[in-house]
């Protein structure tokens, strides 16, 4: 990570395409290649640390071709950056894009067409937390368009109380959307981050799925109501009475 540091933001993003691009290639037509590695490096696939090791190599390959393209960059388009190695996992994810673990919201709480904070953009956000609780976990990303844009938070920041430290209000804010949705309990499946990246700052809500028992949201905007949430492929699914006891009883296996 440290030789990206004398990569502009254009060769930044190209490292990070060609590492997804790499990465991908590797899930959906590996077994060609670990075939290959067990049949010619067979002491390799006793180290228990093999999986991390082929992406090192994946990884490394990639550097080396960014190596190429840079000796070739005049030298006005060296200019450093300033990315941290959270910062291009963070990109690396955009890049990715929605699937069923990952999802992106433009904001947490500002409506981007009335101008205005809204409770239905706030239980947006809350249904895709429920739903990666209710399933195998997820990262939300809020400040990401669904085209890969960043957006950052202005705009969910100007909703918030004036002060100089804008993501403690932010993120009390949150804290508040949690508690009341869900109770008290849910913060030990959440961790959130905050990033900045190209001078935007985005918020990542990493949520670990509950393995014991599945989670209602409570509807602030519909007078608590309660709701049942699933993930599935990329998008977030309301479940009926009947489908919620058919899910929980396969999913928990309470049988």
């Known amino acids: 990570w440290n030789e990206t540091e004398n990569l502009n933001e254009e ?13 991908e290639e590797y899930a959906n037509a590996g077994f060609s290649y670990i075939s290959d590695k067990i049949e010619n490096e067979k002491n390799e696939f006793t180290d228990p640390f093999v999986f991390v090791n082929i992406l090192n190599e994946v990884i490394d390959k990639s ?7 840079y000796s070739k960059s005049s030298p006005s388009s060296r200019k450093a950056s300033s990315l941290s190695p959270e910062q291009l996992r963070i990109k690396i994810l955009i890049e990715k894009g929605e699937c069923s673990n990952i999802e992106f919201k433009s904001t947490l709480r500002y409506c981007l067409h ?7 953009i706030e239980h947006s956000s809350m249904k895709t937390i429920a739903a990666f609780l209710n399933t195998d976990g997820g990262t939300l990303l809020i400040g990401v368009d669904d085209k890969k844009n960043l957006l950052g938070l202005i705009n969910d920041f100007s909703t918030l109380k ?3 430290n804008k993501v403690d209000e932010f993120q009390k804010h949150f804290d508040n959307l949690i508690e009341n949705y869900f109770g008290n309990s849910v913060f030990t499946f959440i961790n959130v981050l905050f990033h900045e990246i190209k001078k935007n700052t985005i918020c990542e809500i990493q949520v670990k799925p509950n393995t014991k028992k599945h989670m209602m949201l409570k509807n602030m905007s519909d007078n608590s109501k309660e709701e049942f949430y699933i993930r599935r492929s990329a998008s977030t699914k309301s ?3 009947t489908e919620m006891l058919e899910y929980i009883a396969g999913h928990w296996n309470t049988n």
């Open 63 to 69: 550097k080396e071709k960014e190596k190429v393209n």
């Open 162 to 164: 004036k002060g100089d």
């Open 11 to 23: 060769k930044i993003d190209g490292f990070v395409k060609n590492i997804v691009t790499a990465i």
């Open 239 to 241: 479940l009926s009475p």
């Open 114 to 120: 009335q101008k205005n904070a809204d409770k239905k």
